[in-house]
């Protein structure tokens, strides 16, 4: 199985930055992306951002300009890097391997952005 851990959540105010890390162990092989999707209370999980090994992006609409996802690939290490953050941006964030229809989801990290 593929282990993910999260880690860099916590409490920012608007216009502040954070960088989340996750690091990534176990049966890491084949054709696979990762990425960062959130989740607020009672709301669906969405995807925030992706980068495939061969380092091709894709964000969500509403973080282009702001979010920047990033790896090492040597260490299994994916990053997001977050600025200019916003209220609507509270959620928890969680890291995903995805090799086709196999999952893998880290125990997510609390971000809230609060005056």
């Known amino acids: 199985q593929v282990h993910l851990v999260e880690s860099g959540g916590g409490l920012v105010q608007p216009g502040g930055s954070l960088r989340l890390s996750c690091a990534a162990s176990?049966?890491?092989?084949?054709?696979?992306?990762m990425g960062w999707y959130r989740q607020a209370p009672g709301k669906q999980r969405e995807l925030v951002a992706e980068?495939?090994?061969?380092?091709?992006?894709n964000y969500a609409d509403s973080v282009k300009g702001r979010f920047t996802i990033s790896r090492d690939a040597a260490k299994n290490l994916v990053y997001l890097q977050m600025n200019s953050l916003k209220p609507e941006d509270t959620a928890v964030y969680y890291c995903?391997?995805?090799?086709?229809?196999?999952?893998?989801w880290g125990q997510g990290t609390q971000v809230t952005v609060s005056s």
């Open positions: 995903n391997w995805s090799r086709g229809v196999t999952q893998s």
């Open positions: 176990g049966s890491i092989f084949g054709i696979y992306v």
């Open positions: 980068i495939t090994r061969s380092g091709r992006l």
